[in-house]
């Protein structure tokens, strides 16, 4: 038993004399075993958890190092079925600001450094030629929060092509858009505004796309001058406004800084599409029994009989025709 102690006290006694220079060894492999590799934010976790364990004298492992909370889940944004977004009604200030017709190599990225460096988060529509030659563009507009819809591939009036057609427009564009960003687009800026109810069905059920126009036009394409742009969104401008303006004008683009800035002085805040479409109050349809004369009917009411048809009456006669050079009706709220 004596050489076997003595053995020993020689290898514990080579290990203390050799202690600065085994400890930091034996402590950089529990690191690699216990953690994994070393990181910034590894390190100071376990100092943080020495410190607590010193002053406690107690303290493990796990309750130095707490588990990050889980981030939120995202907001459930079901749009309406069969609807054309023109604007939002909404509580509180909102605003939706869109920009059509990029991404653009030059005006774009200005752009993105105006709205960032004011925390706003905005609703490009893009086209799918412009996706294709600077893919690049698209990209910083995804990476920076931003949401992306789809204008078409090269800006035809919907209404007016065929349905093949209209299938290659939004398909590409959405397969394009995906390539890059790894999300399909879920709204449709129909290129000049112009849908019928028939069609958006189709682009709807086919696509998943809901179309979305407008509340507020500077008519920037048309007058390229960033006071007038300035003036017609500060004028126009309301709580759950969708304000439509194209980030390829240098004008437009120029006339942004104030037109947020305005804006933001009078309260309001800046959401994307899907933010505003979460907020909507969808209006409640109330329903009534009614008569055939269109009066509700109470309860104390007694249904009336109808009353026996006279002589004179003609149950067979016929509507009369309308003139030929009448005027076709147009729809409440004008022309899709």
């Not at 004596?2 to 034996?26: D, E, F, N, Y």
């Not at 075993?33 to 492992?61: E, W």
């Not at 600001?97 to 200005?110: A, K």
């Not at 112009?194 to 069609?199: A, E, G, H, R």
Request: hydrophobic share 40%; aromatic share 6%; proline share 10%.
């Amino acid at each position: 038993m004596k050489p076997l102690l003595i053995v020993s006290g020689i290898l514990v006694a080579s290990a203390v004399g050799a202690g600065v220079a085994i400890s930091p060894m034996l402590t950089s492999a529990k690191a690699v075993r216990d953690d994994g590799p070393a990181t910034t934010q590894s390190i100071s976790q376990n100092a943080s958890g020495a410190q607590a364990k010193g002053a406690s004298g107690k303290g493990t492992q796990a309750e130095a190092v707490a588990p990050a909370p889980a981030p939120a889940p995202p907001p459930v944004v079901t749009p309406r079925k069969n609807y054309t977004y023109k604007s939002f009604n909404v509580d509180g200030q909102y605003i939706a600001m869109t920009f059509d017709d990029g991404p653009n190599p030059e005006t774009t990225p200005q752009l993105l450094a105006i709205l960032k460096e004011r925390g706003i988060k905005a609703t490009f529509f893009v086209l799918g030629n412009m996706v294709a030659k600077h893919p690049e563009v698209l990209k910083m507009i995804s990476d920076e929060g931003h949401e992306i819809g789809s204008h078409s591939w090269s800006h035809p009036q919907l209404t007016r092509i065929s349905q093949a057609a209209v299938d290659k427009e939004l398909g590409n564009t959405s397969e394009a858009i995906f390539q890059v960003t790894g999300k399909r687009p879920m709204y449709l800026r129909p290129p000049y505004g112009s849908m019928k109810p028939s069609l958006r069905t189709y682009i709807e059920d086919k696509f998943g796309l809901t179309v979305v126009n407008w509340s507020v036009d500077p008519n920037d394409w048309k007058f390229r001058d960033s006071q007038k742009v300035h003036d017609a969104i500060i004028a126009q401008a309301a709580p759950g406004a969708i304000v439509l303006s194209h980030d390829i004008y240098p004008t437009t683009v120029a006339a942004m800084p104030r037109i947020l800035d305005e804006l933001i002085a009078k309260g309001y805040k800046f959401g994307t599409l899907s933010d505003l479409v979460a907020m909507d109050k969808t209006p409640k349809v109330q329903l009534v029994a009614a008569l055939p004369n269109g009066k509700p009917q109470q309860a104390s009411q007694k249904p009336q009989k109808p009353k026996p048809a006279t002589a004179s009456a003609k149950p067979d006669a016929k509507p009369a025709k309308p003139a030929a050079n009448a005027a076709p009706q147009q729809r409440a709220g004008g022309v899709y």
